[in-house]
C-alpha cells in the first residue's frame, strides 16, 4: 500500500471513529444528552485521536528509521572494488538509489527487469532511454544493491501499512470501549489536544536544535582537517577541489555586509517614513490602495529581483554613475545587488512598523495633541518610541532576509570574491559560495565542500549577534506606559 493509500485509511477510520464515538455516547446514554458529562462532540473527537495519534507517532519514526536500512541492506552488497578511485561509497550509494529509481520506472513501462540486469549495456540503454542518468556504469554489485534497495522498501512499506492498520483499529476499538455516560471526554480531548500543542513546540525548537547541531558537527569536522585561523583570517578565497585551497572567509563576510548595509540604507528610510505616511497621514482610500501595493514587492520571485538587477540596474548605474566616473565598467556590482535589495526588503519594514505603530495606543496621540505638541512632534517623541520594539523587529527581520539572500547577488554582484571598498566593483556574499560548494555530486570528506558549513554556522552567528544587538537596542531605549 502507497503511504498516500494509507493516510487517507487511516483518514476514513478516524472519521468513522469519530461518529460511531458519538452514536455510542448518546446510545449510552438513551438519548438523554443530560446524563454525558461531556457534549457527543467530544466522544467523537476522543475516539479519532485514539486512531490517529499512534498511527502517525508510528509512522514518523518508521519513515524515519527506514533510510538507515534500506541505506545499510544496500551498502553490503556494493563491492570495494566496484568504487571508482576518484568517488566514494556515499556516491557510488547515489548511483545505487538513482539506479533502484530507474529500474522501477522500467518495471512500470513493462520492461523484463530480470532480463534487462544480465545485460550491462542493454541496461544502459534502457536507463537513458527512461531519462535516468547514471554517474557511473552500472555494476553487476550495483544492481544488486539496487534490488536490495528495491526489495527493502518494498517490505518497509508493506510493514508500516500492516502495523498503522492494526494500531489504527485496536485504536478505534479501544477509544470505543472507554464511552460511556461518566466518561469525562472532554477533559481528556483537551488534555490530548495540549500534549498535541506541546509537541508543535518542541518539533520547533529541536528542528532548530537539529539545524545547529548539523552545523556544528560538520564545522567541527572542518577545522579538524582546515586551519581555523587561515579560515578566519586569510583574506583569499580560492577552493580548488582536489587540494592546495585557500578557504579565506573575509572577502565572503565583507561582501555580504556591504550589500546588506546598502539594501538596509535603501529599504529602512523608505519603508519607515512610508509606514509614518500610511499610519498617521494617509486618509483610509489612499491607504487601502499603496500598501497592498507596497505588499507586492514581497510576493516577487527573487529570480525575478535578479533578473531586473541584471538587464535594467545594472547597466544603468554602470551607463550613468560608474563608467562616467571612471569608478568601474561592469554591471554585475555590489550597488547593483544591494539597491535592488533594498527594493525587496522594503515591504519587510513598511507593513511590519506601520502595523506596530497602529498598534500604539490613540490615547498617547490624543494627550500629546492636547499638549499642544504638533502632530510630527507627536509622531518623534510618542508614537515612535512606543513603536520602537516592533520597529526594531521589522528592521532585523528585514537584515536578516538581506543576509540571507542568494538570487540576486548571483545576478547583480557577480561571483568575485574580494576586498574592496568601492561599491561599483563585483563581489560576492557567504550564500553565494555556500551553494557554489554544495553543487553538484559532492562527498562531504573534502575541506572544499565541508567549508560550506562553517559558512553556514558563521551567518548563523551573525543573525544570532543581530537578535542580541535588537534586544539590547529595544530595553535601551524602549518607553513603557501603565
Do not use: C
Request: avoid cysteine.
Amino acid at each position: 500500500m502507497s503511504l498516500g493509500l494509507l493516510v487517507l485509511t487511516v483518514l476514513a477510520l478516524a472519521a468513522l471513529g469519530y461518529a460511531i464515538g458519538r452514536r455510542r455516547a448518546m446510545a449510552t446514554a438513551g438519548g438523554d444528552l443530560r446524563k454525558l458529562h461531556s457534549l457527543p462532540t467530544f466522544y467523537g473527537w476522543i475516539t479519532a485521536l485514539g486512531v490517529l495519534i499512534p498511527v502517525f507517532t508510528v509512522t514518523v519514526i518508521w519513515l524515519f528509521a527506514e533510510g538507515f536500512v534500506i541505506h545499510n541492506s544496500a551498502l553490503s552488497h556494493i563491492d570495494p572494488a566496484d568504487v571508482p578511485a576518484d568517488s566514494s561509497v556515499n556516491l557510488m550509494m547515489a548511483d545505487v538509489t538513482r539506479l533502484a529509481e530507474g529500474l522501477s520506472v522500467l518495471q512500470a513501462k513493462g520492461t523484463d527487469v530480470p532480463a534487462v540486469e544480465q545485460d550491462i549495456e542493454a541496461l544502459k540503454t534502457a536507463l537513458g532511454d527512461a531519462g535516468v542518468a547514471m554517474g557511473n556504469d552500472p555494476t553487476p554489485s550495483m544492481i544488486a544493491a539496487a534490488e536490495a534497495v528495491r526489495g527493502t522498501a518494498k517490505a518497509s512499506r508493506l510493514g508500516l501499512s500492516v502495523v498503522s492498520l492494526i494500531l489504527a483499529v485496536a485504536g478505534l476499538a479501544w477509544g470505543l470501549r472507554r464511552i460511556s455516560p461518566d466518561f469525562r471526554a472532554r477533559n481528556a480531548t483537551e488534555k490530548v489536544s495540549l500534549g498535541m500543542l506541546i509537541a508543535a513546540s518542541l518539533i520547533a525548537v529541536m528542528t532548530t536544535v537539529g539545524i545547529v547541531f548539523s552545523l556544528l558537527a560538520n564545522t567541527v569536522h572542518f577545522f579538524s582537517i582546515y586551519p581555523a585561523t587561515t579560515f578566519f583570517f586569510s583574506p583569499t578565497w580560492d577552493p580548488k577541489f582536489g587540494g592546495g585551497s585557500t578557504l579565506g572567509i573575509l572577502p565572503l563576510v565583507w561582501g555580504t555586509l556591504y550589500v546588506s548595509v546598502i539594501s538596509l540604507v535603501v529599504a529602512v528610510p523608505i519603508g519607515l517614513f512610508s509606514a509614518i505616511y500610511l499610519a498617521e497621514y494617509a486618509s483610509r482610500r489612499v491607504r487601502g490602495i499603496v500598501k497592498p501595493l507596497i505588499e507586492v514587492l514581497a510576493g516577487i520571485p527573487t529570480i525575478v529581483y535578479g533578473l531586473f538587477a541584471l538587464i535594467t540596474v545594472g547597466p544603468l548605474l554602470r551607463d550613468w554613475i560608474a563608467m562616467p566616473m571612471g569608478i568601474g565598467n561592469s554591471s554585475s556590482t555590489v550597488m547593483t545587488a544591494g539597491l535592488v535589495m533594498g527594493i525587496m526588503i522594503i515591504p519587510f519594514v513598511s507593513s511590519l512598523s506601520d502595523d506596530i505603530i497602529n498598534a500604539v495606543p490613540q490615547s498617547l496621540r490624543d494627550g500629546s495633541l492636547g499638549l499642544g505638541a504638533t502632530p510630527s512632534e507627536t509622531i518623534r517623541q510618542v508614537v515612535i518610541p512606543a513603536a520602537l520594539p516592533g520597529i526594531v523587529g521589522a528592521i532585523l527581520l528585514a537584515a536578516s532576509r538581506a543576509i540571507g539572500e542568494t538570487m540576486i547577488v548571483v545576478l547583480g554582484a557577480g561571483a568575485a570574491a574580494k576586498l574592496s571598498l568601492n561599491p561599483f566593483e563585483a563581489m560576492t556574499t557567504v550564500t553565494v559560495k555556500i551553494v557554489s560548494q554544495l553543487t553538484g555530486d559532492t562527498e562531504f570528506a573534502s575541506p572544499e565542500t565541508l567549508v560550506a558549513f562553517a559558512l553556514g554556522l558563521t551567518l548563523f552567528t551573525f543573525t544570532l549577534g543581530l537578535n542580541v544587538v535588537a534586544l539590547v537596542i529595544v530595553r535601551k531605549y524602549r518607553e513603557q506606559y501603565e
